[in-house]
């Protein structure tokens, strides 16, 4: 039997190879998307609606603090809770561009203040004044007023910034909910408590 000259002989078709290389394209494509969207600065990325105020369960748990601390006999006083990141941006500012001292190392968009889940707090010695001492004991039971606090804080779930290596922030107290700044610049958000939603 005579074998049939190669330029007759019928060609496979190429079907299979180029669904294959469609394939490999598009997984290709998908992922290229997905690595610009993660390095795409945040403020292209679409954002979920504006924040305005103290998540709520942060917002609930700084009240049970402050309840918490006066069965202690200590009053605290939040005095800074959700901020602006144009707010952020002029503390940033401080100690830079005008005068003061350095507070935060921050800009805004880059503290958890911008996002409502983040407060800072000081202490009540009397007649409306506040202090920031660490080492005052005004209701005289042998231990700081100010670690206490922040031992109650802790048990209530927050986290606080005097624990921070590079640049600890002794008034700072905040519920992260397990999400980065990086994440929560992308536009993802803790969740809300059922009666918020």
């Given at each position: 039997m005579q074998s049939i000259p190669q330029h007759v002989r019928p060609r496979k078709p190429k079907k299979r190879r180029s669904i294959r290389r469609f394939m490999l394209w598009f997984t290709f494509l998908v992922l290229l998307a997905a690595a610009v969207i993660e390095l795409m600065p945040a403020e292209i990325v679409?954002?979920?609606?504006?924040?305005t105020g103290l998540h709520p369960v942060v917002a609930a748990k700084a009240q049970q603090l402050k309840e918490a601390?006066?069965?202690?006999?200590?009053?605290?006083?939040?005095t800074d809770e959700f901020r602006s990141a144009a707010e952020q941006d002029a503390l940033y500012r401080k100690g830079r561009e005008t005068s003061g001292s350095i507070v935060t190392n921050v800009k805004g968009g880059h503290s958890y203040h911008n996002y409502g889940l983040a407060?800072?707090?000081a202490i009540e010695?009397?007649?409306?004044?506040i202090i920031w001492d660490l080492d005052y004991d005004g209701n005289r039971d042998g231990q700081s007023d100010w670690m206490?606090?922040?031992?109650?804080?802790?048990?209530?779930g927050f986290s606080w910034g005097g624990d921070w290596k590079g640049f600890p922030d002794y008034p700072h107290l905040q519920m992260d909910f397990g999400l980065s700044i990086r994440e929560l610049r992308q536009g993802k958000r803790p969740p809300m408590p059922a009666a918020e939603q």
């Open positions: 679409r954002h979920p609606e504006p924040i601390g006066k069965k202690r006999g200590i009053t605290i006083r939040i407060v800072d707090f010695k009397g007649e409306g004044e206490e606090i922040v031992w109650l804080a802790k048990s209530l």
